[in-house]
């Protein structure tokens, strides 16, 4: 290969391999060096569209935001989008590839896809000074090894040097740092230039005998410890980084007369949810409350109900009628305000037809909320777009002629029924035409869009919530987030305590690039 390259490796799923690689790019940027993520292979059900509207797993688009450069196809040629009857929906180079199980997939084709992952590779190392590569899950999971493409054997094809990632937060970090080691082969082991600690709280001096001996038994050096990260509030790349809901926040979500009290949003936490990102940037407005709800109870006291997007959405769909779910969500649509993004957009619409079994055997009527009808088809719309709200309101509520913006990912062609009145009125980046996005409801009190990122918008979302303060005759906001710096400053945050913790001229001497003095400090405005 003709750049030079690193790998972040993990003892497991969510111990932040992504996270890592997202400082360590911005970390080369800093320094001068035009730098690109890469991980040849992603499994996740949240997904970002490139400039020229193609899908790529989240994490590598967030990777490529801290590198300070436009996200690419070729940073996650392939990315696994699993269903609900144990299959997974592959995507080459952002467009759909085929849907097949997982044993069809390891023991059949990954192989036949290793030449794609390969020649992506190649044209990101022929634009780029260096290579930042993630792994998936951890190299020690042997059932899988023989069928890599991901770990091991991309990081001798890139020839990277490898850094080991253990979580200490969960437990257990020296075990798990020391079992994934002996499981590898003597060549692979080779590879691995050191490890580092992630998610540590407290005292580092007392971690430090547990740290001499993991070295004395792996004969690799302890690279850095990165402290824990309280609310960094950076795209997960899977559920297991979806906040749960405690007794600690029941005072939040019970009846309340005070009229700034915080809006609550309860956003139905869907079998196949995708792009649960779409809610970080309310989740972190300090006047919203949010619970993410499997059952009708916990719908009790919500202001506003958003159904979310679905990998599987009628049998998702199904799902909310079989617990009762979508009966609660009607009745609340009568009183209340009901959001839906995507997938669930095509829930509150009257049927979701399936003619070419994409998800669905048959059709299945929907929550009848909305005057449109969905039928899926084989071909994804993946595109950025951008427009106006076709009605200078939202739940009743006067706005000013917002600019609205997200991203589209779906298999559905939506149809609009007699009385429906469209969301938006959208344009793509290439400039092929307007076209009509979403639907209001006649009374107004429930909208559905296909636009994923509807929220990352400031002036939007903060409209959004004024409006359905307004509603409930709630005091208009007296704090707001501003999510573009909080992203920007999250990143800065988390780039500065692993720069601290790590050894940066070691760093560069890994990757046999020089330290220039070109530093963060000096490339600040």
């Not at 193609?54 to 940073?75: F, K, N, T």
């Not at 993630?134 to 991901?150: Q, R, T």
């Not at 071909?379 to 427009?387: A, D, E, L, N, P």
């Not at 429906?420 to 559905?448: M, V, W």
């Amino acid at each position: 290969m003709r750049t030079h390259a690193i790998m972040v490796l993990g003892t497991s799923s969510h111990v932040g391999k992504s996270l890592l690689t997202a400082a360590l790019c911005r970390i080369f940027a800093q320094h001068g060096y035009r730098v690109a993520p890469f991980k040849s292979q992603n499994m996740s059900l949240n997904s970002a569209v490139t400039p020229d509207g193609l899908e790529i797993g989240r994490a590598q688009a967030l990777q490529a935001e801290a590198a300070g450069i436009l996200p690419s196809v070729h940073m996650n040629p392939i990315l696994l989008k699993p269903g609900g009857d144990m299959t997974s929906q592959i995507i080459v180079r952002g467009k759909i590839w085929g849907k097949l199980s997982a044993s069809e997939y390891y023991l059949r084709r990954v192989n036949e896809l290793l030449p794609t992952v390969c020649e992506s590779y190649e044209i990101l190392a022929a634009q780029n000074d260096v290579i930042v590569l993630e792994g998936a899950g951890s190299p020690a999971e042997i059932n899988l090894k023989e069928h890599d493409i991901v770990n091991m054997r991309m990081a001798g094809i890139a020839d990277a040097a490898c850094l080991l990632l253990g979580d200490i937060d969960r437990g257990g970090v020296f075990g798990s740092l020391l079992g994934t080691f002996e499981l590898l082969d003597p060549h692979e082991r080779d590879r691995i230039a050191g490890f580092l600690i992630n998610k540590f709280r407290g005292d580092v001096q007392l971690l430090e005998p547990g740290i001499r001996m993991i070295e004395e038994r792996l004969g690799k050096p302890c690279l850095g410890v990165v402290p824990y990260l309280p609310g960094l509030s950076l795209d997960e790349e899977d559920s297991l980084g979806m906040p749960s809901f405690d007794s600690e926040h029941s005072a939040a979500w019970s009846i309340s007369s005070n009229p700034s009290r915080p809006l609550r949003i309860a956003v139905i936490a869907l079998p196949s949810f995708s792009n649960f990102t779409d809610f970080d940037a309310l989740r972190a407005e300090p006047s919203v409350f949010i619970r993410f709800c499997r059952n009708p109870e916990e719908l009790v006291h919500a202001d506003v109900i958003i159904i979310p997007g679905s990998k599987q959405t009628a049998h998702d769909l199904a799902w909310m009628h079989s617990l009762g779910l979508g009966k609660r969500i009607v009745d609340h649509a009568c009183k209340g305000l009901v959001v839906g993004i995507c997938g669930g957009m095509q829930m509150l619409g009257n049927e979701i037809h399936d003619p070419h079994e994409m998800e669905h055997a048959a059709s299945i009527p929907g929550l009848g909320l909305l005057a449109i009808q969905t039928t899926m088809q084989p071909q994804k719309i993946t595109r950025i777009s951008s427009g106006y709200l076709v009605a200078r309101s939202l739940f009743g509520q006067p706005i000013s002629n917002l600019q609205i913006a997200g991203y589209e990912i779906h298999v559905g062609d939506t149809t609009y029924l007699k009385g429906a009145k469209p969301f938006a009125n959208l344009s793509t980046e290439s400039g092929d035409g307007t076209f009509l996005d979403g639907c209001i409801a006649h009374d107004n009190r429930t909208f559905g869009t296909y636009l994923h990122g509807l929220f990352d918008d400031d002036i939007f979302r903060h409209a959004f919530l004024n409006a359905a303060r307004a509603f409930y005759r709630l005091e208009a906001l007296h704090q707001r987030n501003y999510w573009k710096k909080q992203r920007e400053a999250s990143l800065d945050r988390l780039t500065e305590a692993v720069r601290t913790a790590i050894d940066i001229p070691h760093l560069f001497r890994l990757v046999n690039l020089p330290c220039n003095s070109q530093s963060h400090t000096e490339r600040q405005p």
